[in-house]
């Protein structure tokens, strides 16, 4: 048992179990062929790269510093505005929307809500088209589209009729979704083609910033802005700079799709062993030194063949039913239920929450207005904020455990990082309620501090639930990620449909107490997750080898 996680029963190495740290204390035995691994450099070359990088120059791990950022800075700005966006415009204006277009409230929620039903529907399709043409064509295709969208939104508000401003409005939302799919359900496993296991942390968070919480800081531009400019010309803006983000996606963001070797080690010479440094190989180019290790006569292609819409290569070869039925097979995984749990289902809490907010603080005793409904969500955008800090944290609890584990790293090291969360969660939801039973005008402050707390606590668990899934199921990942996308975008739509009514009838602090007891519940699934995470993983690996392939 290593640091309380229960052995399996096999000789075999579980998927995910890697020699992260390159010690003597490690593994004596090996440490002359660990050596010969290809390491990180400078202050973190006791790292051993994960995934060990191919002899292939076209490899994304192997690609230039400036492509890689350049690609993550495109997919973070995409997410922000084509996912994190669209959604929250009109969370603020909830009220005075529905007073605009002559339209009850949950008719105002529904225009969020069956945006989100389209994102989760089309989610599967995304799935197995990322799966055999790659991840470029997905992007650009959803970028596209999300222009679309905005502009008929536009179009919506120029109609002559309340009813038919409302229906083009409608449409325009669900065209969206479909620019939002790609984003919120690829991002995440592209970051793992891109880069190595001790790089991914950081970023996985930033983009759980931007899918998660950083609608607050859209909610609060978007309150000011419906007031002083309207809706119409919320879109209005929103149009050229989704523009720019789709012609950063066609020149900036290369197909990161690549079929890699896992378990290959690559071949050291005897000059590169003489080359040694201490206990690591020194490695040049951000952490790779090709002049030794990248004996491969495949050409480089040049930035402009990285600009063809689709690379030409197909990734699989299966036929698209069964990759649609692989996609739900994986709900027999007891991780991807456990993921739905930590973050799946706690997002579409802290959105469903959005859903009533301008019901809950525009009537008195609070009678906030239009603006001041958009910065309630200060709170929730300095929770999410502060969340980044839960990727620098589950690297370190990685880094810490496995010095800890002889150098062995285990997925399971990301799960720990969940304590914070959970402890947070519970300050956020009980106190919110509490506040919101005694509503007084001086407690918006209050409110919106425990929304924030919330944001906060769903950013630690979705980078501690991502982060696992990737280092353990990183063959998988998009499957998982999409199933996640699905489940998660299905629940924001079920909240539209009654959360409104939900909390005028039983009371808002009631609301939060029963969102904070199945949230507090849910998270004590982490300590099997933990225990019992790597004989899952060998049961996962055993069945899917034996069957996913072959019989679907």
Not at 103 to 132: D, N
Request: proline share 5%; with cysteine.
């Amino acid at each position: 048992m290593a640091l309380g996680i229960i052995e399996p029963k096999t000789n075999q190495r579980p998927p995910g179990t890697e020699l992260l740290f390159d010690t003597a204390v490690a593994d004596p035995e090996h440490h002359h062929e660990h050596s010969r691994l290809q390491h990180s450099e400078g202050k973190k070359g006791d790292i051993i790269l994960v995934p060990q990088p191919s002899n292939d120059p076209n490899d994304p791990l192997l690609w230039p510093r400036w492509k890689r950022e350049a690609s993550f800075a495109f997919l973070f700005f995409n997410c922000i505005i084509f996912a994190a966006c669209p959604g929250p415009m009109i969370a603020p204006a909830t009220v005075a929307l529905a007073v605009e277009l002559d339209v009850p409230i949950k008719k105002v929620a529904q225009l969020s809500g069956y945006q989100l039903l389209i994102v989760g529907a089309l989610g599967p399709f995304v799935s197995i088209f990322a799966q055999k043409y790659g991840k470029r064509p997905q992007f650009l295709f959803a970028s596209i589209f999300g222009v679309i969208g905005t502009g008929i939104c536009i179009a919506g508000f120029d109609q002559k009729n309340l009813a038919k401003s409302y229906n083009v409005l409608l449409t325009g939302r669900m065209i969206q979704g479909i620019g939002t799919t790609a984003y919120e359900s690829l991002s995440v496993a592209a970051i793992g083609d891109m880069f190595f296991l001790h790089q991914r942390g950081l970023r996985t968070a930033l983009l759980v910033l931007t899918l998660a919480c950083l609608s607050s800081f859209v909610a609060i531009i978007a309150g000011t802005g419906f007031q002083n400019l309207g809706a119409r010309n919320l879109f209005v803006i929103l149009l050229p700079i989704q523009i720019f983000g789709t012609l950063g996606t066609f020149f900036f963001l290369p197909e990161s799709q690549f079929v890699r070797n896992e378990t290959s080690m690559p071949a050291a010479s005897s000059e590169e062993i003489e080359a040694k440094n201490g206990d690591h190989t020194v490695a040049k180019q951000d952490s790779i030194d090709r002049t030794t290790t990248n004996t491969s006569t495949i050409p480089k292609r040049s930035f402009v063949q990285d600009l063809r819409p689709y690379s030409g290569v197909i990734y699989n070869s299966d036929g698209t039913f069964k990759l649609l039925g692989e996609i739900f097979v994986h709900l027999l995984n007891p991780a991807v239920i456990w993921i739905q749990i930590v973050s799946a289902v706690l997002v579409s809490f802290f959105v469903g929450t959005a859903y009533t907010l301008a019901q809950i603080f525009t009537p008195p005793p609070y009678s906030l207005n239009v603006a001041q409904n958009g910065f309630f969500f200060t709170g929730a955008l300095v929770g999410g904020i502060l969340g980044i800090s839960a990727g620098p944290i589950c690297d370190f609890t990685a880094r810490f455990l496995s010095r800890r584990n002889k150098g062995i790293y285990e997925p399971e090291f990301r799960i720990p990082v969940c304590l914070l969360a959970v402890v947070v969660f519970a300050i956020g939801w009980f106190t919110f309620g509490w506040a919101l039973d005694h509503p007084a005008k001086g407690r918006v402050v209050l409110c919106s501090f425990c929304y924030g707390a919330i944001c906060f606590g769903t950013s630690v668990a979705s980078t501690s639930g991502g982060l696992y899934i990737l280092d353990s199921f990183k063959s998988y990942s998009t499957e998982i990620f999409i199933l996640q996308m699905m489940i998660k975008n299905f629940l924001f739509y079920a909240f539209s449909t009654f959360i409104n009514e939900f909390a005028a009838k039983e009371g808002p602090g009631h609301m939060c107490r029963v969102f904070g007891i199945v949230t507090v519940c849910g998270f004590v699934s982490c300590i099997p997750m933990y225990m019992f995470g790597k004989v899952n993983r060998v049961w996962v690996h055993k069945l899917w080898s034996k069957y996913l392939h072959t019989k679907l």
